[in-house]
């Protein structure tokens, strides 16, 4: 049955290729950033890593696209400002170390980051005496050195290790956003990295003609993935999408941990 051959890739990975981008598109359009984490790391198990990087972000262009156009104007544009000159820095640093900087001291940092802010979320952080913050309410207000290194390690990780969702949450669940104005701002600030990371894929060539082919192959299940997460968005509860927020946001720091860990180690 999953014998055949399409586009020189055999029908098994095209099945796993439909999975990666289903579950990309669902997290995208209704569940904020880290849910996505196994996607690109999926297809990745069947070819090339930057080939499934290449694949990925014209569809996530897209997933952007129409995600903005259905949370339009919802989104937190302070939070979003307090961002760009980080991510940009970002993105300048990630592709000056592309080839020199190993990506799995940047998932180990990164994680621990993703793990602090949950710890202070829950409380653990405040009750081992690590954390500053006197109350769980207490809305943080955008920018600041917190924006430099959560936006600057999203610019980094994003470029280099194809990994920002996690640095985005950590940023974005500080602030005691609404579940519909969290995933808006989530969804407008990953557009700009984005945009700010195509020119450097397509000048260094990480975008081949042959990959654009089979992202158009991919569309329309980005297309459909995407709605369904922004129908699944609309009917879940407040608290059980924050919960399921922190729950993503530590399935994703644990898979960088351990990506990072295993990596250095092989």
Known sequence: MLDFVFLDLPGPVWLIAVLA?????????????????????????FIEPVLAAAIMLPLLIVMDALGNRAYW??????????????????????IVLFTMVDPNWLRILLALVAFYVLFDRWGIS????????????DTPTPGGIIAWILGGLLGITSTIAHAGGAAGSAYLLRFNFD???????????????NLMKLPFYIA????PLSTLTLSAVLLPVAVVAMLLGVVLHRIMPERPFFILMEVALFVTASKLMWDGVTGLLN
């Open 179 to 193: 579940k519909t104005t969290f995933q808006a701002t989530t969804i407008l600030t990953f557009t700009i990295v």
């Open 204 to 207: 260094i060539g990480s975008i």
């Open 126 to 137: 405040r009750a081992l005496g690590l954390s500053a913050k006197k109350a769980r309410q």
């Open 21 to 45: 981008v289903t579950s990309m598109g669902i997290s995208k359009g209704g569940f904020g950033s880290g849910m996505n984490v196994i996607s690109t790391p999926l297809l990745a198990l």
């Open 73 to 94: 104007r919802r989104w937190h544009l302070p939070t979003v400002q307090s961002l760009v000159l980080p991510m940009l820095a970002g993105v300048v640093v990630g």
